[in-house]
């Protein structure tokens, strides 16, 4: 059977079923919750969830109750499924380019699968809200979707040779997983209102095993198998050696400016992530209260909103990367965040909240735009040179060493260009290790970001729902601070990726 590969296929279903599923646990949650609370089923007509608005009310504060607790159980749903996730991400993308990208993308979506039927089970014969804790670790040591994500660019950047096609695919994905998800969200209030909890959640799953079965036998890998056998470490020792040596090396050929650069920008890149992905958590919970008291479809064409913004975002980037600096983008962007929050804050109507997606158009922005800044910051040579090692015997193929460059299989015949060569692989071979620590510091700050919000809406739900994004936008100027100082040092990205570290310079000179 001849094998393709299009992972385009593969990244459209996985993100079409868990974007179909992930508006609907909470609203699992929030549901159960509030039938424990009150000890009657859950209402919901075509218009409005049954809420109760009257402040003096017994059942407003059950009601509030509700939302503390279905914020809290969120929060420790997300940390018990992170841990086990952030360890498998590091060493499954970091070692993806010697060992293959596919099980960065079947392991997810077998985690997946195994969440779905889960969910399914507990759905179908009402089990104890306590069981998705088991469900959320198991499914946690079978990686997430920022290992799949991980696996899926990193699977394009190993099959494109040409960096316009290269691009070109990554801004595909890119466009993909906006659509997808705002897709996804809008006609999970439809599949909920119409076929339930159960059924939607079995046609996730039946999408998972689709997904499955097309990357087990239609999709080729990147990586050899004989090659992965002959390459495999000896221990689990030296794979996570190789893993680290990547990051180390990275920072131990930089330039101190450089280094100092790249922190900050990591900085930048990690305070902004944590506030927006925990303001825009909170909004399924937030939709559910009063005075809004949206159904599960209002909630849908909302989360299609706010995913539809990565689209609009998407285009934003394109269109001012032709006039503006990456660092006035980002700008722009962190400005659109701020003035939804603001907005979201103080919306009660429905169409006010709608509304708040309107000055949110551009609030992605600054994600692809910092990655940008610092793969500029980043050498070329630390980006994309890929070297693979054999063992070494004089002059023959069997101890080659393969450079993607262009340069083909060589082997050292001398001493000392042994030694030259070994040390371009010490300083390039684990690049796969620098973004893969990258992903992992993402998925860090993401479960800080979920836990820290959470408890923070329960905390402060009774008294002013709004302040979790008050909070979100204030927290914002910190990012706006650290890159106000860069724009206004003399430090700039295209100054540093000229400083090529001595080491670095003697190898590129000695190997020419």
Known sequence: MRKVLCVEPVIFIYIFASSLTSPLVQQFIYRRLWEQEYNSTFVSDSNVSHCEQNKSSPAYIKQKEVQEKASVFNMQLDLTGAVPSLIVAFVIVANGDRQGHKRSLVLPSMGALIAGISLTTISYF?????????????????????????????????????????????AVVDLIFGVVSGLAGLLSGYFLRGIGFTWTFVTASLLHVINIIYIIFFLEDTVGVSEFQHEAPDSCKELLRETFSGVYMLFKTAPYKKRILIIVLLFAFMTYMFTMLGGSS?????????????????????????????????????????????????????????????????????????????????????????RSMLSKVVLTGEQGVKIR????????????????????????????????????????????????????????????????????YATTVAWFSGFSFLLSAGLCLIPLSVLCWLLCTSWNGEDLALLVPEEVSSIESADS
């Open 126 to 170: 009402s089990l104890s809200l306590s069981v998705l804790f088991a469900v959320a670790f198991v499914t946690g040591l079978f990686g997430s979707i920022a290992t799949f994500l991980g696996g899926g660019f990193a699977f394009i950047a190993d099959v494109c040779h040409d960096e316009k096609q290269k691009t070109t695919r990554i």
């Open 389 to 456: 090692e054999g063992r070494c015997k004089k002059g023959k193929s069997e101890n080659a060493k393969e450079n993607w460059k262009g340069k083909g299989w060589r082997c050292a015949e001398h001493s000392e260009d042994e030694q030259v060569e070994l040390h371009v692989m010490s300083g390039f071979k684990k690049v796969g290790a620098v973004f893969a620590c990258i992903a992992c510091l993402e998925v860090v700050t993401g479960t800080i970001s979920l836990s820290v919000f959470n408890i923070l």
């Open 282 to 370: 909170l909004f399924t919970l937030y939709e559910l209260d009063e005075p809004l008291c949206w159904n599960e479809v209002y909630i849908g064409y909302g989360a299609a909103a706010f995913t539809s913004v990565s689209l609009t975002s998407f285009l934003g980037v394109y269109l001012f990367s032709k006039c503006l600096k990456d660092i006035y983008i980002v700008f722009i962007g962190i400005f659109s965040y701020i003035g939804g929050m603001i907005m979201a804050a103080f919306a009660k109507t429905t169409l006010l909240m709608f509304l708040v997606r309107v000055p949110s158009l551009f609030c992605f922005m600054p994600i692809p735009v910092l």
